[in-house]
């Protein structure tokens, strides 16, 4: 398939739905093949037989981000099936903990969410590397939020995540670029997906408003919209873009 990612080899987390999955898609559109990494096997494989119907290349590989094992497992995998890497995006996330005081939200929530956000990042990003450099340079995406980053959350838990997402790019960026390889925090807004979905009705429910309502009145952007400028980053068309993205 012809595009601006064609030739390209792109691991995508948490690439089964949401904005991982809308990504996947164009990628694949854009001529990448597409390894999709991801704990939710169907609309894993569905998102992989949407691909192929339409003529592109992609595997899936049922990935826990928050285990080193599985994180090499499907670096590897995806070198394996397709001879190389060149493009990593971490979709993979969780929101909870919502509208909780701090007094309130417990230990075990606090720790899962960065255990997926924070560490799921860097095991995914850790055992990617090495392949990136030897395919001679590449790309890495990694998806904060404007949570953390530029303003609060609804959640402590959440909120200190992507900061950390946020600070593990801007750490390892100038570290990567003498080889060849782009880092970037892509912070996106209020986007459609299943995760944001809840936390309005979270949202709607802490404050007694009917929860129907809230979602309509909530103006979710694409996640296509997103992907597009994803896709983007990706590309040699991106090479002389630097540090964070900020998105609607």
Do not use: W
């Not at 080193?68 to 060149?86: M, S």
């Not at 080889?179 to 007694?208: F, M, W, Y």
């Amino acid at each position: 398939m012809a595009g601006r990612l064609a030739d390209k080899v792109a691991l995508i987390t948490g690439g089964a739905r949401g904005i991982g999955g809308a990504s996947a898609r164009l990628f694949a559109a854009e001529g990448a093949k597409v390894a999709i990494g991801d704990l939710l096997e169907v609309e894993g494989a569905q998102t992989v037989a949407e691909i192929e119907a339409a003529g592109g290349a992609a595997l899936f590989v049922k990935t826990d981000v928050t285990q080193e094992a599985d994180c090499r497992r499907l670096a590897t995998a995806a070198v394996e099936r397709f001879g190389r890497l060149d493009v990593v995006l971490t979709c993979a996330g969780i929101l909870q903990g919502a509208y909780q005081a701090i007094e309130d939200l417990d230990l075990e929530t606090f720790e899962r969410v960065q255990a997926v956000n924070v560490r799921g990042i860097f095991l995914t990003v850790k055992h990617a590397v090495p392949h990136l450099k030897r395919s001679g340079g590449g790309v890495i995406l990694c998806i904060s939020s404007g949570a953390g980053v530029r303003g609060p959350s609804s959640s402590i838990a959440y909120g200190t995540s992507k900061a950390g997402v946020h600070g593990f790019v801007m750490t390892l960026q100038p570290r990567l670029e003498p080889q060849g390889i782009r880092v970037h925090a892509i912070c996106p807004g209020s986007i459609d997906t299943v995760l944001k979905r809840e936390n309005v009705a979270d949202g709607a429910r802490a404050a007694g408003r009917d929860v129907a309502q809230a979602l309509a009145a909530a103006a979710l952007g694409d996640p296509m919209g997103v992907a597009k400028v994803l896709a983007f980053l990706a590309s040699d068309d991106a090479d002389y873009v630097r540090g964070t993205i900020f998105t609607r």
